[in-house]
């Protein structure tokens, strides 16, 4: 795959770091930057062929397979129809658009083109993420009850993020998106998001935006999606996922708790970056590029493109996010309960909660079993018809 | 101090245990149970003097100085009433009440009476929540922004507790209490509730009550508690508390990780109660009683009375956090942000949120200040009259 | 139990808090400190009845029945001498003696006056060891192989614990002591200690003991003993246990990791005592004397007085580890393993290694078993007679 | 880079998964191993365009730039030599040889054939590893004391592997070579290990070899490595790293314990490869191949060999930690400090401790210093004549 880069900061560079390590097939050929000078210098940093500050030249170079687009929110769109224009497979960083609106036609826009539309949305491919999805698909936790994914860091590195007009919003897009997705495909991405409640408030910073918010998203069959996304999180960067099924549990921790702790007088050399401080415990990530997801998202999505499949994570789900998105924000300002608006749903239909009681026997529903210390088994159970509990001893 | 314990159950012994422990001076001398057998088996355990299934004659002994309720719901009041008209302090299980109004008779009966009325609220004694409230009131986190209690199990031992009609309700009733408590600690005891937002559903069981909910609990200062709890976790029993400060963070495992790993193939003898299986990794706690904050709890209740203070966790808390749960009941129904009712609101009234941005000069507010990986500076400023954002390298 | 405290200093005052805590029915009585003013404050700060610089006084005072010994190691003999002429019970702290020779007399002493000679090893009384304890002991880890013990921390506060000559050495007297009967408890009491082998270093400080070292003590049965001790450690006080049995494995963080994590800028308050810095994640436990053990320590001892019964860590235990210390310095200079000489051996004398390999059928033994991805069943067996290695699917 | 594969076995498997993933540019074009059928079966399961059962043919194949040695121990010096004679460049598995000796011919043969010999010592190249050596190597830790490491399961898979003639030895053979190549690469390669004392003991198996080890290498700058191993460990893979220095302290968790826990009843499906049961607490790593270090372990072979450069592990440190071996179990059996036989010693030859006590001024050197928790500051100090201990608050 020869790969075109659109955009040079922060994301672009984190992308460029995987697609650049551990000896990738896949080479990245043309860079673009709306500034002609940043874009050279990151062709010299990554040694890259041709690097541009004009879009169109970017995508429609010869040498360009795919595209990635890491460019700020509200050039998503501009971009997306270039590449469809130019019929090149595209990927887009997260969140795909600033509404359900906007991310729908950059959906529309790649499926009328016929090329991939891939939805960078690197923390459903960390490999933790990956296998404890395995296990859920397998069954392993039984049927999903309540996915929560959490989120918080002392605020974005780009000044332009703390401007709501040139994000779009605060902690939930910035980092809710992930959130959301990635309890969405532990419940299933076939089950239908129905109706979104939210809090969310600016506690500490003088923006305009959120810098806390807490959101629960219900799905048809009964199971809760959980968003806990904070800028006002001291400590580094929290980012754990819990889920809950009828047959067990999972707890993930991506970042700050992952079995490598560093203790410094800081009167030695440096220790890790990214932690608020150089003293005292500090809690670094073996390979940040790796455990963020990177490699495993881009392998996978660049063997779709070669086998013409469609990848994990695509523009349609980056669709469904921002519906799910623009339903929190609604939310977090009328203080109900907002519908997802999603016109185009292509999963289950039938909204019925399908989990039934165990039954026991004809006359009882089973409500627990439980060994007791010595050794003996008690159980409790629910009269179908009247309703009675009662307890027996077996 | 001589102790009249009321109930012989689960949680009388777990009290029992507390009480009969470590060498203390306060003794146990009478024991009621409406079951004569029940109390006499738990005298004869528990070498308790007296024995009666006479409420009345429990708590009007000579021998009795203080009387404990364990009781299931329904009968606190009745017993209350019992201990304001003998004169006896009394100490009361958690919850209160099964509702704000029922709590706020019984706050009116001990102040009339004036006995102590102490709320046994055990996880707010645990050493861990005493240590992290000694370092939030402290100062060592700042200004508290959110605090989060999470309790979940696979569900109660006793057959009534699953019974609505017996218990009064589900999860919510028999670990939210717990939560909301903890959060408002955390959060000032002085700083209003005013509105919860509450989700809960029935999602494994076959009972009427929620055995799953999720509750958010704004306060007049703008902070937020929020509380998770649930019957249909597997693997234990998670007790997990959070709390984030604008300077600081606290992360508390009380049950499932505290340093203590276990493996067994099974093949050898018995390892450790209350874990869901005898083989694999399992999570003991090295001393159930203590780590459930039972011993502090009874320590501080009855040095309080004998030095004529006031408990940690009084009736009026107790009363605080019923309000809450009637406001999340009413939420969970109704889908909209539902006012905590308090009559009776001892605490500031001020409720506006004192929080101010901080200043960086007369231009600029500050956002945020970062050290970058080289050792230089940056700040991201906001204009106090543009509302621009800025980034400044120093 | 009416209490003489020897000693008014850092560990007579960790001793006078878990007496005075939680309501126990013990008193202080009476303190005794070479110095008259500090026993007058000591007595002030504890309320404690009776003070003085005079040791007989204190011994043999009419209130006092039994006496704990916080004093530094080289007064030991002597106060054990004085308790046994008076006839007073007599708790003394670790290690019990300078040397194996030392700590016998002090067991004959306390034997011949017929007193309770109660050994403060306060770490084999923490409930994570008690619970790892009684599993071990009901046979949930099988057979125990190899028991380990590490302590570390950046070196004791009190200053002439860096003199050799008062301290009679370094790390391993220190925390050593500790370290040996951890992992002889798992392991065995019965079990003869039988050679150490052991290295040890100044590696940082201008000392004349050793700061740093490792020992591995055999037993009679086969299994091993290792410790682990230092004060060049920099983080906190590490304090760790593991356990490896045939059926299972414990392992037990005392200190630095037990579910509770603070993180803080520095800008707010005091956080918590004994971090070596106030800034960054810091690792406080709920409640220190009870986490090392205080508590439950004099709970059994005072118990065991009252019962007439010998109390877990007895002055013969005391005794086992001076000698095994004794054998761990003689192989640090002679570079070989040392027998430990124990002259008054009461335990099993049947030094037989009693493990036998598993029988398979008559032709095998069987070495693994083992479950395949696939769910089959693999086997690993060794031929009797010929000693040929099989692999057999099931 | 086109590869060739010797063997196709457990270990061959692993490597083709961290060759074949994640798009690399690199291309299995040959396998080759004793039976046919087997080349055939994995050359069929990796797309392996050549194979054979002839080594001579699958080293002089022009198809093939480099070779991979996945052979059983015993092969490895035929199948350098073969590799050396072809030219060609040669990466070996761990361990290099059987003895010191063995491994200094096959060192020998690579620099006189002028190709590279990269010594495949995985866990080096663990990305917690990597960041922890970069950690230690830029000061952060200040001077190295101890470096531990511990690598411990339930014994290994193959049957081969139990039987001592086949294997040549148990643990230490098996395990401890990673842990010896670990330590030694904390403490500093350009630092001579000195002498061995080595503990070993079959404790639990049917076998000849040792079933369990600890380990203690004294490097000449006076630092201490340690290995503990074993074969009877329960529980999963233990395999842990420490590092203390007189700045810091590294704890590394690789495999148990990596943020990532997972509860299953075992009702569900499959949860996670590798684990004793899949029941109860498990903890699976995300993504073994990357965890164990193998992607990055190839990246800089691959990467040097085009380069021209020395990779981090080379057939020189596979002959010392041979060497050290050696010394390991010639200690297991004499039970004294042995020498480590390097002949071809390529690292600092000045084997003074250059540690020295830290001068407080002229009089005193600093033993400690302390902040008092109200903040006053204590200090220890030591005469530089008399020895004199004195404390000082400041």
């Given at each position: 795959m020869n790969i075109a880069m659109l955009g040079s900061g922060f994301i672009a560079r984190f992308y460029a770091d995987a697609l650049a390590?551990?000896?990738?097939?896949?080479?990245?050929?043309m860079v673009y930057s709306r500034s002609a000078d940043r874009a050279q210098i990151f062709a010299n940093d990554y040694n890259v062929t041709h690097h541009t500050d004009n879009l169109e030249e970017a995508v429609n170079?010869?040498?360009?397979?795919v595209v990635v687009i890491a460019l700020s929110n509200e050039l998503h769109l501009p971009a997306v129809e270039a590449c469809a224009k130019a019929g090149k497979h595209v990927l887009c960083t997260?969140?795909?658009?600033?509404s359900g609106e906007e991310a729908k036609r950059m959906l529309q826009l790649v499926e009328e083109a016929g090329v991939m539309g891939g939805y960078l949305e690197d923390l459903c491919y960390t490999p933790k993420f990956l296998k404890s999805l395995q296990t859920v698909q397998s069954g392993g936790?039984?049927?999903?009850?309540w996915a929560k994914s959490r989120e918080a860091h002392?605020?974005?590195?780009?000044?332009?993020?703390?401007?709501k007009n040139k994000s779009g919003g605060g902690a939930i897009v910035d980092l809710g998106c992930h959130c959301i997705e990635i309890a969405r495909n532990f419940i299933g991405k076939n089950i239908k998001p129905v109706e979104v409640m939210c809090w969310a408030a600016t506690?500490?910073?003088?923006?305009?935006?959120?810098d806390n918010a807490i959101g629960m998203v219900k799905y048809a069959n009964g199971a809760i999606g959980q968003f806990e996304v904070s800028?006002?999180?001291?400590?580094?960067m929290d980012l754990r996922d819990e889920v809950m099924g009828t047959e067990g549990t999972i707890w993930v921790n991506?970042?700050?708790?992952?079995?490598f702790d560093v203790f410094s007088t800081g009167k030695g050399g440096y220790v890790a970056e990214?932690?608020?401080?150089?003293?005292g415990w500090l809690f670094p990530v073996g390979d940040e590029v790796h455990e963020l997801g990177y490699n495993h998202m881009f392998t996978e999505m660049f063997d779709c493109i070669e086998n013409g499949s469609q990848p994990q994570e695509t523009f349609y789900d980056g669709y469904v996010v921002n519906a799910i998105i623009d339903a929190a924000y609604k939310s977090a300002k009328s203080g109900i309960w907002e519908p997802v608006q999603l016109d185009d749903w292509r999963g289950?239909?039938?909204?019925?909660?399908k989990a039934e009681a165990a039954s026991y026997d004809d006359q009882y529903y089973l409500i627990k079993e439980e060994v007791l210390p010595n050794g003996e088994k008690k159980i409790i159970l629910k009269d179908k018809k009247t309703g009675e509990v009662v307890r027996r001893d077996i």
């Open positions: 390590g551990q000896r990738r097939r896949d080479k990245l050929t170079h010869p040498d360009v397979d997260k969140p795909l658009g600033r936790l039984g049927r999903i009850l002392p605020g974005p590195h780009s000044d332009w993020f703390w401007d506690q500490v910073h003088p923006i305009d935006a959120e800028w006002c999180f001291r400590g580094g991506n970042f700050l708790r992952t079995g990214k932690a608020e401080t150089n003293k289950d239909t039938d909204t019925t909660d």
